[in-house]
């Protein structure tokens, strides 16, 4: 076939190698459009009469390993992974391999085992002697069972017999040989052994227990080598042999100990069962025949064999029993199986099982010279992050700047992606760059906010403290002529098509704005980063109005007090929350922590006591209108008005109480007191499950206190955790939720 070696394949588009393989011939015109229409190639039709109770079909990348030479043959390797850096490291060590010579690889036979299970044995010796002397009749009557197997040249080959100690008693077990050719086999053998089994009833008068193939395929092993110059596995500041000496002592560790060798192994699967499931082959046997014959000698090893050889070489070796096959049912059902089948070209389940058995030593090598050189995590994780920035959606032309930044941040994680993102999107639109921004554009910053203590309750007239999330939201304002257009975190926001009711509630807010600040009715554009999302409880929609009225304020160049902003703000909010408490939207205005209450006022608090509580925040998954959980709440009050009073006024006995913890520095008292105002919280309804999961991770695992802080229904937790901030933001962070800090990270650059 043509050279495997395909300059470029990686930097195609999918629809560019698609047509690079219908170029070499691989695919025909109904198969190339078939991958390129992007569609499952695998029905619901087809996968229901595959399996039982289907729903649907399940997908994974279908990839290519390139630069494959075996036996002096070229060959292009169908791949099913979803694990990154695999196919990239196959193809990798492949090319060294090439370079070197290529794989050398054989199989003398190719033979799979079914097992008959003889019981209530009294003479054991009589029995296989029996045995013994009808062994030629038993292979007749057995290929009798598969004639059409004898025909293409298979079936039994012999009949081995074996003795076996099950506890206290003899059982005597047959080993049927069966080459079934290019099949897998497991239905053929399971049905050689079940036509058989009673003649051996017959012959023996034992009875008999199990009779099913064995996994353990060891009468099909696979040798493969390959003999590497060190001057083709030098990698970046390592010299070929620093890394030569390395890989075999990475491989002399896992021959040791069986804990390495797990892992060792798992990595030369990572590449096998790839294959196995490209081409409809049985990964699960291949696995466990694997696993098994690692330890054919009493313990668990390597299988994999890395020495130098006199000439200094880098000699690896596998020998793995694999039994696959390129033809039977199964394979046929499946198109995608057809397709890697096709791809992979092989001739013979012989000659497929050689292309596997090289995939795995070539996984092996892969992972040695990573492992032994910059370590495992650089390529992995760099996949890792492509695969996090498709999952998405980046556009094509941010993707290798958001792959690259978030490799550099080392947060892996979607959140850090979309905040990369809007970033990018932001610099583009030249607001962030325009050197000359007072002509152009007016600015604004504001807080955002979570409670401490006291919410719901300060709706009612009692106390709540309230402290700032710093520089929260960041807005830029500019007169346009078309529509009026909002830009949040770098995505824009088409008011007139269906969108949520907080993003059509901002043209409201800004008519508002204008209408209060006697500013002629323009259109602008207005640009908003923001640290904290809407609907999650900390303030977003009155941080909003507090960021784009000062932001016209600036544009305009006004008079302005940070009442008469605040004051502004609480309007605006009557727009999102129909009966605002206030708290707020005065958060957001002064950006200072403040005790509240709706009759008494504000009363500012210190701002250094606060600066030094061990705040955090996490996000849950869901989001939650405010004014849907107030209204909800005031349902319930109505219906219950002496109780929930009674709990309202505990709340707010609770924050003055939280007051002086946070003046005394007591955080074991203030997190006493955030754990009780949570059980309230969760006693009016407004947690749910994962909510209480999440307050239940941060207690476990240290936190002195843990609550939900805004309305709830979903949204944000706050956790007291002194001296554990950094391994409390990991452990949520591992745990798939976003933690915002509290403090500014000073990315606007400006006076508020």
């Not at 598969?146 to 008693?169: A, F, M, T, W």
């Not at 239905?187 to 099913?212: F, R």
């Not at 913890?661 to 203030?670: C, G, R, S, T």
Request: overall charge negative; charged content about 20%.
């Amino acid at each position: 076939m043509t050279n495997s070696n395909i300059s470029g394949f990686y930097k195609m588009t999918v629809a560019e190698r698609v047509e690079a393989l219908s170029n070499l011939g691989l695919l025909t015109p109904a198969e190339t459009k078939l991958l390129k229409s992007e569609s499952q190639i695998l029905s619901a039709d087809i996968a229901d009469n595959m399996s039982e109770n289907v729903i649907g079909v399940f997908g994974l990348p279908f990839s290519i390993a390139t630069n494959f030479l075996i036996n002096n043959q070229d060959y292009i390797v169908p791949m099913v992974t979803e694990e990154p850096s695999i196919v990239a490291g196959v193809s990798g060590a492949a090319k060294i391999i090439r370079m070197s010579g290529g794989f050398s690889a054989s199989i003398d036979q190719s033979l799979l085992i079914g097992q008959i299970q003889l019981l209530d044995i009294k003479d054991a010796a009589k029995i296989v002697d029996i045995l013994e002397q009808n062994k030629q009749m038993l292979i007749t009557i057995a290929n009798l069972s598969q004639p059409n197997l004898k025909k293409r040249g298979g079936g039994v080959r012999d009949i081995e017999i074996h003795i076996l100690k099950q506890k206290s008693e003899q059982v005597i077990v047959l080993h049927i040989l069966v080459d079934t050719r290019d099949a897998m086999g497991a239905n053929l053998v399971n049905t050689v052994c079940e036509y058989l089994a009673d003649d051996v009833v017959n012959l023996t008068g034992c009875k008999v227990g199990l009779k099913i193939l064995s996994n353990l395929t060891d009468r099909s092993l696979v040798d493969v080598q390959v003999k590497i110059p060190p001057k083709y596995l030098a990698k970046d500041d390592y010299n070929g042999l620093q890394v030569r000496d390395s890989i075999v002592n990475a491989t002399e560790f896992a021959d040791a100990d069986p804990y390495r060798a797990a892992t060792h192994n798992k990595g030369i699967m990572n590449g096998i069962d790839a294959v196995a499931i490209a081409t409809g082959n049985d990964w699960r046997s291949i696995e466990s025949a694997a696993h098994a014959y690692a330890c054919h000698d009493g313990r668990y090893r390597s299988l994999t064999e890395w020495l130098v050889d006199t000439d200094g070489n880098l000699v690896g070796k596998l020998k793995i029993p694999i039994k696959v096959g390129i033809v039977g049912g199964s394979l046929m059902a499946n198109p995608a199986a057809q397709i890697g089948l096709k791809i992979a070209n092989a001739s013979s389940a012989n000659e497929l099982a050689i292309i596997i058995a090289s995939v795995g030593l070539a996984q092996n090598l892969a992972a040695l010279r990573a492992l032994t050189t910059h370590g495992i995590q650089k390529g992995h994780m760099k996949l890792h992050a492509r695969s996090v920035a498709t999952s998405i959606d980046v556009p094509e032309k941010y993707f290798t700047e958001v792959v690259n930044d978030m490799i550099s941040s080392g947060e892996i994680k979607a959140w850090k992606a979309q905040e990369i993102l809007a970033s990018k999107k932001l610099t583009e639109t030249g607001f962030m760059n325009n050197k000359d921004k007072s002509k152009h554009l007016g600015v604004g910053v504001s807080a955002g906010k979570i409670i401490l203590l006291g919410e719901h309750a300060v709706v009612y007239n009692e106390y709540a403290i309230a402290l700032p999330i710093e520089e929260a939201v960041y807005v830029e304002v500019q007169e346009i002529d078309e529509d009026c257009h909002f830009v949040i975190n770098g995505s824009s926001i088409n008011i007139s098509d269906p969108c949520s009711i907080e993003y059509a509630h901002m043209v409201l807010m800004v008519e508002k704005i204008c209408n209060l600040l006697n500013i002629d009715r323009v259109n602008f554009k207005i640009n908003i980063v923001s640290r904290i999302p809407l609907s999650m409880g900390l303030g977003a929609s009155a941080s909003y109005a507090v960021a784009i009225t000062r932001g016209l304020i600036d544009l305009y160049k006004l008079p302005s007090t940070n009442k008469q902003i605040n004051d502004i703000a609480f309007e605006c909010e009557k727009i999102s929350h129909g009966n605002p408490s206030g708290i707020d939207n005065t958060v957001a205005s002064y950006a200072q922590p403040i005790l509240y209450n709706k009759k008494e006022g504000i009363k500012n608090l210190n701002f250094e006591d606060i600066k030094s509580l061990p705040i955090l925040i996490a996000l849950s998954n869901k989001s939650s209108r405010t004014i849907d959980i107030v209204n909800e709440v005031y349902l319930r009050y109505e219906n219950n008005k002496i109780l929930y009073k009674d709990i309202f006024k505990q709340l707010g006995k609770l924050s003055k109480k939280g007051l002086n913890a946070i003046q005394n520095h007591d955080y074991e008292q203030l997190g006493i007191l955030m754990n009780v105002a949570h059980g309230l919280l969760n006693a009016i309804g407004v947690s749910n499950a994962e909510l209480e999961e999440m307050i239940d991770l941060a207690r476990s695992e240290g936190a002195l206190g843990a609550k939900i802080t805004g309305s709830g229904g979903g949204g944000s937790i706050i956790i007291l955790c002194p001296g554990k901030e950094k391994e409390m933001a990991k452990i949520f962070e591992l745990a798939g939720y976003k933690i915002i800090p509290m403090h500014a990270p000073h990315l606007s650059g400006i006076n508020k």
